[in-house]
């Protein structure tokens, strides 16, 4: 395997430097980022919907034992990529409010936790202070979402770029090892 990687390491290296383009270019221009990213989960949807009706109709053996569910989930792929790829503003709201009303209700299910923990647990004051930071984090998505889609794009880029970077210093890793090893197996055969 490390042979393999080793071989390959500018792959992985690669893959970084376009995560870290990618995250610079979130921050940079955040709407563009933001239609890209609405766009493609467009293109995947379809994709996947277009890719599972197909073997509904070709008659595939799973597909066939699976009955009509996979027939609708294929269809329902294809209705929410078009909508994604028509809507693109309503598919960045949609994801917003999702995403939002997650932060609430995981903050409340924390603070609930916080609670029945109390007596079990001490520093559950922190736990209750997340979750009260996730219920504001879920409002402030709610009541400002131009602002909370910039923010999501901008955590997205910051991940990328924390990403690329891993991906770049693990790709010289793998070169590195790779040459030792490479030449540790020189000089044995060499003697």
Avoid: K
Avoid at 34 to 53: E, F, I, K, M
């Amino acid at each position: 395997m490390l042979d393999l990687l080793g071989r390959n390491w500018w792959v992985i290296a690669l893959r970084g430097v376009i995560a870290i383009a990618f995250g610079v270019l979130s921050f940079a221009q955040p709407q563009l980022t933001l239609r890209v990213l609405v766009t493609l989960v467009g293109v995947y949807l379809l994709a996947d919907g277009l890719s599972l009706l197909a073997s509904y109709v070709r008659g595939d053996a799973d597909a066939r034992r699976a009955g009509w569910s996979v027939a609708l989930m294929g269809i329902l792929g294809i209705v929410a990529g078009v909508a994604a790829l028509v809507w693109p503003n309503i598919t960045a709201l949609t994801l917003l409010a999702v995403v939002a009303v997650w932060a609430f209700l995981t903050g409340a299910f924390q603070i609930v936790t916080a609670i029945r923990l109390r007596r079990e647990l001490h520093g559950e004051l922190l736990m209750a202070i997340g979750g009260l930071l996730s219920i504001a984090f879920g409002v402030y998505l709610l009541v400002y979402p131009s602002d909370g889609l910039v923010s999501l794009v901008w955590l997205v880029g910051f991940w990328a770029i924390v990403f690329g970077i891993t991906q770049v210093l693990l790709a010289f890793r793998i070169r590195g090892r790779h040459q030792d090893a490479a030449e540790i197996h020189d000089t044995v055969a060499a003697h």
